[in-house]
C-alpha cells in the first residue's frame, strides 16, 4: 500500500481498542488538546464509558438506530443526525434494529465541537481547514493538497490545514467535525 499523505488518517489501518468499560470496541482517530475523535463499534446492548468533563457529539454512521438512555430520557439517535451530551452523563445503548458504528467527537473544558454531515460535489470541492476533520461515510472521495489528489477510502479521515489547499470533492456523504476555543 502506498503510504498517505499526512492529510489522510487511513482508519481501516488504525488499531481497534477496547472501551474505557470493556463494553465495545473503538479505533481513536484523535486524542490530544483536551479532543477526541474516534469511531465506536457499539454490538451489544448497556451503558457507555464515562467522559466526565467532555461534551460529546455521537453520529450513527452504520446502521440504523441506537437508542440512548442519558440520565433516565431517552434518545433516539438515526443514521448521518448528531447528536449532543454530556460525556460524563450517565448512559446506556439499546440496539432494536441491530448493532451500529456511530462517530463520537469529544470536546475537553475550554474547547467546543460540532459535526455537520454534508453531501459532496463532484464540482464544488469542500475546503477544510486547521481544527477541521473530514470523514467520508459513504460514496467515493478525492482529497486535493499541496498540489497532489488521492483517493478516499470511506472511513478515511482528512486533517484540514490552513497551510494548504485541502479540499474534497466526490459523491457520496461527509462528516465534518470542527474544533474550536471556547
Known sequence: ??????HVIRTADLPVSPWRNGRGKTREILAADGRRLSLALVDQPGEFSS????????????????????????????QYRPFTYDGGAATSAVLPTG??????????????????????????????????????????????????????????????????DTAVSGRGFFAVVTFQDA
Open 1 to 6: 500500500m502506498a503510504e498517505s499523505p499526512q
Open 99 to 164: 448493532p451500529v458504528v456511530a462517530l463520537n467527537a469529544f470536546a475537553g473544558p475550554g474547547t467546543e465541537v460540532f459535526v455537520l454531515i454534508l453531501e459532496l460535489s463532484k464540482k464544488r470541492p469542500l475546503p477544510l481547514v486547521d481544527d477541521q476533520y473530514g470523514m467520508l461515510l459513504s460514496g467515493h472521495g478525492r482529497l486535493s493538497a499541496d498540489g497532489a489528489d488521492d483517493e478516499l477510502a470511506e472511513l478515511d479521515v482528512v486533517v484540514g490545514s490552513n497551510s494548504s
Open 51 to 78: 467522559f466526565a468533563g467532555y461534551t460529546r457529539v455521537q453520529t450513527v454512521i452504520e446502521g440504523d438506530l441506537l437508542l440512548l438512555e442519558i440520565d433516565g430520557r431517552e434518545h433516539a439517535l438515526e
